[in-house]
Nanobody
């Protein structure tokens, strides 16, 4: 069974950091496009960072560029999202998603992903 499981969320103060993990089972994550998304209450889901399939190019949303870093560990079959300089507006439920064929910046668009994790809550508050 193919599955993605996120972890690492929590409550932090503005300016602090968190690292989210997305661990895959049932498939090789390196062969997939993997994206990180977030959704705050009352807002649409937002693509924030991703690896595209094939060349594994990396993309970031403007809202997190320079503060968030996506990495991948093929041995652990996991993708990570290092989040720094967190702001209250980063508060959301964060999801990872996977799809075998998403090229280029299409990996930032949630509509094409087939596989989703259950999400992990990130709250940034003084």
């Amino acid at each position: 069974q193919m599955q993605l499981v996120e972890s690492g969320g929590g409550l932090v103060q503005p300016g602090e950091s968190l690292r989210l993990s997305c661990v895959a089972s049932g498939f090789n994550l390196k062969d997939y496009a993997i994206g990180w998304f977030r959704q705050a209450p009352g807002k649409e889901r937002e693509g924030i960072s991703c690896f595209s399939s094939m060349n594994a190019n990396i993309y970031y949303a403007d809202s997190v560029k320079g503060r968030f870093t996506i990495t991948r560990d093929n041995v652990k079959n996991a993708v990570y999202l290092q989040m720094s300089s967190l702001k209250p507006e980063d508060t959301a439920t964060y999801y990872c998603a996977g799809d075998p064929v998403l090229y280029g910046s299409d990996c930032l668009h949630d509509r094409d992903y087939d596989l989703w994790g259950q999400g992990t809550q990130v709250t940034v508050s003084p």
